[in-house]
């Protein structure tokens, strides 16, 4: 893998939260190429600041995102998470 990407660990979670709500912590870890560990505190952090919600669905997790929230940083706080995801070839609303 690259040394550096564009995008952060934290957006590489939130495109695979939107492809699949139902995906699993060892699945999104492996897909963005951090530890379990990182994904669990990356998945709570973005629901801790309110990108996401945390349900419990059997014995797995579903999460729900909120496409209409704004990007953190000031460069980019004018536009929504959604924008981000759907130029990246997910639609967060379905």
């Known amino acids: 893998m690259a040394?550096?990407?564009f995008l952060t660990n934290h957006a590489h979670v939130l495109l695979c939260?939107?492809?699949?709500?139902?995906?699993?912590?060892?699945d999104i870890a492996e897909a963005v190429g951090i530890t379990e560990r990182a994904a669990q505190r990356i998945i709570a952090e973005l629901v801790a600041d309110g990108y996401l919600t945390r349900e419990r669905d059997g014995r797995r997790n579903r999460y729900q995102l909120y496409p209409e929230l704004p990007l953190r940083h000031p460069l980019e706080h004018n536009h929504q998470i959604g924008?981000?995801?759907m130029t990246l070839g997910s639609d967060p609303r379905h």
Request: proline share 6%; hydrophobic share 40%; aromatic share 6%.
């Open 3 to 5: 040394d550096w990407t």
């Open 17 to 26: 939260v939107s492809k699949d709500p139902g995906m699993r912590l060892r």
């Open 83 to 85: 924008e981000l995801l």
